[in-house]
């Protein structure tokens, strides 16, 4: 009896470790469909190309990249939202943008509703054609502040980089500038680099390439601690010049609709520890692309997200261009 009693217990606890094990294991029957809700060849483009990969080979299955680009990023966002919360659509972009549709009144889905895989962040970097009169930040400064006429910013967008970043310097120096909006991250760049605009303050993995081919000179990032660019150098911090401006890592992922069946988002977790922890094609990537490595999921992801998320929803709403209250939607006004 004690080893037939045994044997049902051990029997049990192999079913029980079965089942656990299932629940884990998602195995998409078909590819998975990843919207990018911007062009080709921007920073959310570039990073998520090398997630989809990686996840094509931790989970078995294809991740294919659909570009959809709207609306500051609203419109492809909006369509995985519409479809079937099964885990075969999933969303990419800034978590500052998923955080800030709602007080846009472009997509009316809060953070909250989301599940998110940051891989990445992305800091925005002021920087001017290689033949620019402006040799730092400290003269493009001066500049913006004495100019009878606007200086021109390329923009990707209403919460784009440079949006944000250009928000947060003019309240804290009162400038005169004049955005000029394109379709995304990489077309800004390329007006910057074509003269169209005098500069731009995209991400850095956008402008990597026009700085090392020596058609970009960046002057200051957007943040408290300087840049090291692998191939160019150190650029400083644009807190330098303005130790006020607020900043906070701006950071990028993959999400996923919260109510997704259980073994989808269990399947997720376990890759995003084990496999994008440890990714080094992502560590690579950011190394190259002057992005910082830092995965991380769940609500740790939504800590993480929070203060550049919360500089962006407030920005948009004290300045008009978003109508809703961002403390309605669980977003703090920043400190």
Not at 179 to 199: D, H, K, L, M, R
Not at 314 to 320: A, L, R, V, Y
């Amino acid at each position: 009896m004690i080893r037939q009693a045994g044997f049902v217990l051990a029997m049990s606890a192999a079913i029980l470790a079965a089942g656990t094990a299932s629940a884990q294991d998602w195995k998409p029957q078909k590819p998975v469909t990843v919207v990018v809700p911007w062009p080709a060849g921007g920073s959310t483009d570039t990073v998520t190309r090398v997630v989809a990969g990686e996840l094509s080979k931790a989970i078995g299955q294809n991740f294919v990249i659909l570009n959809q680009p709207g609306a500051s990023g609203s419109v492809g966002t909006r369509s995985v939202w519409e479809a079937p919360h099964d885990g075969t659509m999933m969303a990419a972009g800034a978590a500052a943008d998923l955080g800030a549709y709602p007080v846009f009144g472009t997509l009316d889905v809060p953070l909250e509703k989301w599940r998110l895989y940051l891989h990445v962040a992305n800091p925005g970097l002021i920087s001017v054609r290689a033949d620019s009169e402006w040799e730092d930040f400290g003269d493009l400064l001066e500049a913006l502040k004495t100019s009878s006429e606007p200086i021109t910013v390329s923009s990707g967008g209403l919460s784009s980089a440079t949006a944000i970043s250009m928000q947060a310097l003019d309240k804290a120096a009162d400038l005169n500038y004049r955005p000029i909006v394109y379709e995304g991250g990489n077309p800004a760049v390329i007006s910057t680099v074509s003269g169209e605009t005098q500069f731009t303050a995209q991400t850095a993995t956008e402008q990597v390439d026009m700085i090392r081919a020596g058609r970009l000179r960046p002057l200051a990032v957007v943040a408290d601690q300087p840049l090291e660019l692998e191939g160019y150098g150190t650029v400083p911090p644009v807190t330098d010049w303005l130790p006020e401006v607020a900043t906070a890592p701006n950071f990028f992922g993959i999400f996923i609709p919260a109510d997704a069946p259980k073994e989808v988002l269990d399947t997720m977790d376990r890759v995003w520890a084990e496999d994008i922890a440890n990714s080094q094609a992502l560590k690579t990537y950011a190394a190259e692309r002057g992005a910082l490595f830092r995965p991380t999921y769940g609500d740790e992801a939504r800590k993480a997200a929070l203060p550049y998320l919360g500089i962006n929803a407030w920005q948009q709403f004290d300045s008009g261009a978003a109508p809703n209250d961002p403390s309605q939607f669980g977003i703090p006004r920043p400190e």
